[in-house]
């Protein structure tokens, strides 16, 4: 039994890599709703006014969305290649960012294994989706990890 005196258990921050990842689904998403056609890398600088990180996250983060930025239309297209009875444009907004980011970071990262780009993505989904979510997205890139190590082999 606690004590009155007792403090609660302190949280436990994310890693900065996690947190960074957060930061850069957070960034996508606000883009997104926006309806903006090309993200503004500019508009990185003040999306830090509003969401707090530490230095490695920002600069992690950052790079996360300039290499989606850079590779957009080939991400969406190799998610809308592997959405089985779904359009891309019906994804909840959340969900298509998160696909974003760890498509990107399947296909293009050298910093993370495609399996444990696969798990981030379904533990930030678990946080900013809906219970449906984390689900959904791994169905998503466990098929676009199979047609990726299928056309490796």
Known sequence: MDSPTSKPPKKKRPS???DGREAAVQFLFGHDIQGDAVVDLEAIDTFWDLRLARDPARVFARSLIEGISAHLAEIDESIRNHLQNFAFQRL??????????????????????PEAAMNEAIEIAKRFGTAESPAFINGVLDSLLKEAQDSSS
């Not at 907004?93 to 296909?107: F, P, Q």
């Open 16 to 18: 900065p890599r996690r």
């Open 92 to 113: 909840a907004v959340v969900d298509r960012n998160i696909l974003r980011l760890a498509t990107y970071e399947m296909l293009h990262g050298d910093h993370i294994p």
